[in-house]
């Protein structure tokens, strides 16, 4: 459905017949792939595969460095260069939401690592903009591209 014109597909569990999707995504050649889990075994295999991204769920920057050897072999195993797959982190709320030297560590240690992008909740944002521009000024401090 990413192509001009109607799609048609027909399968095991969904068929459709002449489906328009407009407006057209922005993303050329196509809308990248994200795969989001911590397992090793099948999940980074599927990410090696067929994605453009895997997202670590939760993972400390420690659990990231001793993680990234494991996806850079899944990686190898289809002979995909491994730098040809982002890693991500989503970090839970309690680690990203404190503000100040604790959390530019984080995220300095985190970019080191290569880590491609950091996702989180920062709660305190429905209730101030300052939660934001604190976040923003972390991530500086940490040598992190905004």
Not at 22 to 45: A, Y
Not at 122 to 133: K, M, P
Request: aromatic fraction near 4%; proline fraction near 8%.
């Amino acid at each position: 459905m990413m192509r001009p014109g109607p799609s048609t597909f027909h399968g095991e569990h969904v068929s459709i017949d002449d489906a328009i999707n407009v407006p057209q995504p922005l993303q050329r050649p196509r809308v990248p792939i994200m795969v989001g889990e911590n397992g090793p075994e099948v999940t980074w295999r599927i990410a090696a595969q067929f994605a453009d991204e895997l997202n670590l769920d939760g993972k400390t920057p420690d659990e990231v460095s001793d993680d990234l050897p494991v996806i850079a072999s899944r990686c190898e195993e289809i002979q995909r260069d491994p730098e040809s797959l982002d890693v991500s982190v989503h970090v839970f709320t309690e680690h990203l939401s404190p503000s100040g030297e604790k959390r530019v560590d984080m995220l300095g240690r985190y970019q080191s690592l290569g880590v491609s992008r950091v996702i989180g909740l920062v709660q305190e944002s429905a209730e101030t903009d300052e939660a934001l521009e604190s976040l923003v000024r972390d991530a500086r401090s940490a040598g992190v591209e905004i």
